[in-house]
């Protein structure tokens, strides 16, 4: 068989999975100089959270950790994460700021883009592809791995035959749950590798600790590419270390021709940065705590936690049972959609109305209200219309806005970042404030780059969800929407009771 490429992703995903994606830029360049030495096929150190986190709670741009990073790793392919036409954030952009992204992200070291859409809806993807083909980026079209009625292997082989069609460079099986089956990940890949001559590369989390197997029969299976992470970053809810990766493939007579040496030098230094973290907190050992229920409720560990929090929040924590029983039922009601961000956190937020208010849908998210009516995208599978009829009855209709009729808004946030600063900002500046306003703005009335003397705190902003009041809201000064999403819940109680 050919030479096995590993990707390593310790800087974006295992950042992202057991640290929150708050490792700081000094370590992040240590470490990717250190795995750059290593000859892995590509490193995985940019988008998803990132971008976000490095200005709300880093203090940093983001553009300018890319090109700290593209310095760092001269002998290597850099690779991000693009959640389509959500680019970094978690609603739909205009086109504009879209193509801006991507050759700004191109202009500044990124040779791979990894594009997914949750719903696995080509629509939500083409412009994002096309975007990526015309500024000279390699295209690696991932399709959000999950299971139900509707997805099946042929469900997958079809759309990576979508994506084909549509330009893609590359595939990858991305397992965001870690919920894949040994059986299955052969089964895919061979027919995946039946079906097209993309190279394939399989990516999945080591939440239900098979990952191991998984990789393995994967290998074995013909895929060209399979991600892991730096042993000191791996297991939990992180991925498989690289280490194990090379064993697997010489199980499976595949050859990876990686430098041992410098991978040996870049563990030592991975132990060392992660031994500060560990120490500060930053890292939790519930992360790195296995969980196999997921294989049957296909509950990512993130979005384990947040039930977790929601229910001790209500004083309800010994009826999680009963809310794992839920979500499937809920996952059903809307189509099977996959539980990857934002959707994770709507199906499961709705899980837990319907089990703590004893009825099924009193309450609904306006995020559930929004995706009922099409306004994240097609659902896999058909919604119980039932279910959205009485969803439909607490909220009017919206419509639908197309993609290429979202206004572009570059002009008018040039202006008000110009106000801000008391300069003309750079490009890369205006496109980060489109996507994330508040943080974008408090860092730079932070940092000092600008006329102000107002120095603010960056928090989380937050929706909130009550008996009464269901719209989301913001304390923010402008009508940008609010990033990210998440769910203070305040449930009906009796008359006179304390809330």
Same mark, same amino acid.
């Given at each position: 068989?050919?030479?096995?490429?590993?990707?390593?992703?310790?800087?974006?995903?295992?950042?992202?999975?057991?640290?929150?994606?708050?490792?700081?830029?000094?370590?992040?360049?240590?470490?990717?100089?250190?795995?750059?030495?290593?000859?892995?096929?590509?490193?995985?150190?940019?988008? *998803?959270?990132?971008?976000?986190?490095?200005?709300?709670?880093?203090? !940093?741009?983001?553009?300018?950790?890319?090109?700290?990073?593209?310095?760092?790793?001269?002998?290597?392919?850099?690779?991000?994460?693009?959640? *389509?036409?959500?680019?970094?954030?978690?609603?739909?952009?205009?086109?504009?700021?879209?193509?801006?992204?991507?050759?700004?992200?191109?202009?500044?070291?990124?040779?791979?883009?990894?594009?997914?859409?949750?719903?696995?809806?080509?629509?939500?993807?083409?412009?994002?592809?096309?975007?990526?083909?015309?500024?000279?980026?390699?295209?690696?079209?991932? +399709?959000?791995?999950?299971?139900?009625?509707?997805?099946?292997?042929?469900?997958?082989? =079809?759309?990576?035959?979508?994506?084909?069609?549509?330009?893609?460079?590359? +595939?990858?099986? =991305?397992?965001?749950?870690?919920?894949?089956?040994?059986?299955?990940?052969?089964?895919?890949?061979?027919? +995946?590798? !039946?079906?097209?001559?993309?190279?394939?590369?399989?990516?999945?989390?080591?939440?239900?600790?098979?990952?191991?197997?998984?990789?393995?029969?994967?290998?074995?299976?013909?895929?060209?590419?399979?991600?892991?992470?730096?042993?000191?970053?791996?297991?939990?809810?992180?991925?498989?270390?690289?280490?194990?990766? +090379? $064993?697997?493939?010489?199980?499976?007579?595949? $050859?990876?021709?990686?430098?041992?040496?410098?991978?040996? $030098?870049?563990?030592?230094?991975?132990?060392?940065?992660?031994?500060?973290?560990?120490?500060? @907190?930053?890292?939790?050992?519930?992360?790195?705590?296995?969980?196999?229920?997921?294989? =049957?409720? !296909?509950?990512?560990?993130?979005?384990?936690?947040?039930?977790?929090?929601?229910?001790?929040?209500?004083?309800?924590?010994?009826?999680?049972?009963?809310?794992?029983?839920?979500?499937?039922?809920?996952?059903?009601?809307?189509?099977?959609?996959?539980?990857?961000?934002?959707?994770?956190?709507?199906?499961?937020?709705?899980?837990?109305?319907?089990?703590?208010?004893?009825?099924?849908?009193?309450?609904?998210?306006?995020?559930?209200?929004?995706?009922?009516?099409?306004?994240? *995208?097609?659902?896999?599978?058909?919604?119980?219309?039932?279910?959205?009829?009485?969803?439909?009855?607490?909220?009017? =209709?919206?419509?639908?806005?197309?993609?290429?009729?979202?206004?572009?808004?570059?002009?008018?946030?040039?202006?008000?970042? !110009?106000?801000?600063? @008391?300069?003309?900002?750079?490009?890369?500046?205006?496109?980060?404030?489109?996507?994330?306003?508040?943080?974008?703005?408090?860092?730079?009335?932070?940092?000092?780059?600008?006329?102000?003397?107002?120095?603010?705190?960056?928090?989380?902003?937050?929706?909130?969800?009550?008996?009464?009041?269901?719209?989301?809201?913001?304390?923010?000064?402008?009508?940008?929407?609010?990033?990210?999403?998440?769910?203070?819940?305040?449930?009906?109680?009796?008359?006179? $009771?304390?809330?």
């Amino acid at each position: 068989m050919s030479k096995l490429g590993i990707q390593d992703v310790t800087v974006r995903d295992g950042n992202q999975s057991i640290l929150a994606t708050r490792m700081k830029r000094e370590d992040i360049l240590a470490i990717a100089g250190a795995l750059d030495k290593v000859g892995f096929y590509s490193l995985e150190v940019w988008g *998803g959270a990132t971008f976000d986190s490095a200005y709300r709670f880093l203090n !940093q741009s983001a553009w300018e950790n890319l090109r700290e990073i593209n310095k760092a790793t001269p002998n290597t392919k850099l690779s991000m994460l693009l959640r *389509g036409q959500n680019v970094v954030g978690y609603r739909h952009y205009d086109n504009d700021t879209l193509e801006r992204f991507i050759r700004l992200t191109i202009e500044n070291g990124i040779d791979i883009l990894r594009i997914f859409d949750a719903l696995n809806d080509p629509d939500n993807v083409k412009n994002a592809f096309k975007f990526t083909k015309k500024h000279g980026g390699h295209l690696q079209a991932a +399709i959000a791995y999950t299971v139900s009625p509707v997805h099946d292997n042929d469900y997958y082989v =079809k759309l990576v035959k979508t994506y084909e069609e549509m330009g893609a460079d590359s +595939i990858c099986i =991305k397992d965001m749950a870690g919920i894949i089956t040994p059986q299955t990940a052969y089964d895919l890949v061979t027919a +995946i590798k !039946q079906a097209t001559d993309l190279p394939l590369n399989m990516h999945s989390h080591t939440t239900a600790n098979a990952t191991s197997l998984v990789m393995e029969q994967a290998i074995k299976a013909g895929v060209d590419v399979v991600d892991g992470c730096i042993s000191p970053f791996s297991g939990g809810t992180s991925h498989l270390a690289d280490e194990t990766l +090379i $064993e697997a493939a010489k199980l499976a007579g595949r $050859e990876t021709n990686l430098n041992l040496d410098a991978l040996d $030098e870049a563990y030592e230094l991975a132990n060392k940065i992660v031994e500060k973290y560990i120490e500060s @907190g930053d890292l939790r050992v519930r992360s790195l705590i296995p969980n196999p229920k997921i294989l =049957k409720y !296909q509950v990512p560990g993130g979005m384990l936690s947040n039930l977790l929090s929601q229910l001790e929040q209500q004083k309800s924590s010994h009826r999680l049972n009963e809310v794992l029983e839920e979500i499937p039922k809920v996952r059903k009601d809307l189509g099977y959609p996959p539980l990857v961000t934002p959707l994770s956190q709507m199906v499961g937020t709705q899980a837990v109305f319907n089990v703590l208010l004893g009825e099924r849908y009193k309450i609904v998210p306006n995020e559930i209200k929004d995706y009922v009516q099409g306004l994240y *995208g097609h659902a896999p599978g058909e919604l119980n219309q039932d279910i959205v009829d009485k969803i439909m009855q607490q909220n009017g =209709k919206k419509e639908v806005v197309r993609q290429e009729d979202l206004p572009f808004v570059y002009e008018n946030d040039k202006r008000e970042l !110009q106000k801000l600063l @008391g300069r003309e900002p750079e490009e890369e500046e205006v496109v980060a404030y489109t996507i994330f306003p508040e943080p974008v703005r408090n860092f730079y009335l932070n940092s000092g780059d600008s006329d102000s003397d107002l120095k603010i705190e960056s928090n989380s902003d937050q929706v909130s969800i009550t008996a009464n009041d269901t719209d989301m809201t913001s304390g923010k000064e402008d009508s940008k929407p609010t990033e990210p999403i998440s769910f203070r819940m305040v449930l009906p109680t009796a008359q006179g $009771e304390d809330r």
